[in-house]
């Protein structure tokens, strides 16, 4: 069964860091563009960033560039985002997703097979 699993999620106060897993099952991820998406309540899901197969090419949303950094380590099969003066406003469900690439490079379409996420919660 081919499967993506989020770790890494937890409670962090404003300014604090968290490392987020998206680990692969069933699979291998080196032939395949990742990208991380967050879903906050009351909200629709938004793509937070992207990375495609090389670990070349890499795209960020706006609110999180200069914080957030993805990488992969296609050894582990394992891509993570890491996640840097974290706001109030980054709380969400957190979920990795194989997306679409065109050309070489990675983008936030993803192909619509969610595992179950893993909260992310900045609260004093």
């Known amino acids: 069964q081919l499967q993506l699993v989020e770790s890494g999620g937890g409670l962090v106060q404003p300014g604090g860091s968290l490392r987020l897993s998206c680990a692969a099952s069933g699979f291998t991820l080196d032939q395949y563009s990742i990208g991380w998406f967050r879903q906050a309540p009351g909200k629709e899901r938004e793509g937070v960033s992207c990375?495609?197969?090389?670990?070349?090419?890499?795209k960020y949303t706006d609110s999180v560039k200069g914080r957030f950094t993805i990488s992969r380590d296609n050894a582990k099969n394992t891509v993570y985002l890491q996640m840097n003066s974290l706001k109030p406003e980054d709380t969400a469900v957190y979920y990795c997703a194989l997306v679409k690439t065109v050309l070489t490079m990675c983008t936030m379409i993803p192909n619509d097979s969610w595992g179950q996420g893993t909260q992310v919660t900045v609260s004093s």
């Open positions: 990375i495609n197969r090389s670990g070349g090419y890499i």
